[in-house]
């Protein structure tokens, strides 16, 4: 077998259906569009037209809002990170940032920020420096008693002061 002996096999290549091409094609003339109306004619499309009855989206209610500006935050427990700071993954002697996270695997990519939640286990590493963009309070409570800081944006500062 040589080069230009090589073929597909047969039924490999199925050949596309002209249409218009004459009465002996057997989709000649109208070319399998039915005859006259909107739908035989070119450029048309009726997505969603159920001829004339009022279209299903358009009989569903309208429910709530979504917000454009709405930021998109990862979150993340703090038991994860302390799974990821055993397992050697985060140094716990750096800023643990959204980039870090990334980097130790934590999360899959940054998105707006990184809030921090209180998770199931406790959170023990001593002296670790958060720079995140939300944290709960339950959070806060368990970084500041191992003895860890937050570092957060001005307005959510002001309000877990409050």
């Not at 002996?5 to 218009?20: M, Q, Y």
């Not at 940032?97 to 130790?104: E, S």
């Not at 590493?125 to 937050?150: Q, R």
Request: net charge positive.
């Amino acid at each position: 077998m040589r080069l230009n002996e090589l073929k597909d096999n047969f039924g490999a290549r199925k050949a596309r259906t002209r249409v218009g091409r004459g009465i002996g094609s057997g989709l000649g003339k109208t070319a399998g569009r039915g005859v006259k109306g909107q739908k035989s004619r070119s450029g048309v499309a009726i997505k969603g037209f159920e001829g004339g009855q009022m279209p299903l989206h358009m009989r569903m209610p309208k429910r709530g809002f979504n917000n454009p500006f709405a930021r998109k935050f990862n979150t993340v427990r703090l038991d994860r990170i302390q799974q990821a700071i055993d397992a050697g993954r985060l140094d716990a002697k750096g800023v643990i940032d959204a980039a870090a996270l990334v980097g130790a695997k934590v999360i899959r990519r940054a998105r707006d920020g990184v809030r921090l939640v209180n998770g199931h286990g406790a959170f023990t590493s001593k002296k670790v420096t958060f720079d995140v963009a939300h944290a709960s309070a339950g959070a806060l409570k368990a970084i500041e008693a191992a003895g860890g800081k937050v570092k957060l944006p001005a307005a959510q500062e002001e309000k877990s002061d409050a």
